[in-house]
């Protein structure tokens, strides 16, 4: 499995971006797909992710209505539009993947592929 993130950048609060993850090796339209993020001195924390086939979608507090993660079945691809950016949303962003759907899918442990993280910085 090998997940590529991009998308990431420097922008200014109040501002938007949307992080790409191309996934490769594995069946996409069955495996479950999110986005987690590493701010400075902190631990990985999860923002958002999509089951696989049900499609359904799950957010973190801090994400929920300024954050979508949706997915594209056709071009193996999935995205993380992120509007009214604060300074607080600034870290590294990695996408992950698993075969399966868990409950405790706010847990990083339990992702076992994860892309190599795109930087964002939200500027004051």
């Known amino acids: 499995v090998q997940l590529q993130a991009s998308g990431g950048g420097l922008v200014l609060a109040g501002g938007s971006l949307r992080l790409s993850c191309a996934a490769s090796g594995l069946t996409f339209n069955s495996y479950s797909m999110a986005w987690f993020r590493q701010a400075p001195g902190k631990e990985r924390e999860f923002v958002a992710a999509?089951?696989?086939?049900?499609?359904?979608?799950y957010y973190a507090e801090s994400a929920k209505g300024r954050f979508t993660i949706t997915r594209d079945y056709a071009q193996n691809t999935v995205y993380l539009q992120m509007f009214s950016l604060k300074p607080e949303d600034t870290a590294v962003y990695y996408c992950v993947a698993d075969p399966h759907w868990n409950i405790r899918y706010t847990s990083p442990a339990e992702w076992p592929h994860w892309g190599q993280g795109t930087l964002v910085t939200v500027s004051s």
């Open positions: 999509t089951r696989g086939t049900m499609r359904s979608t």
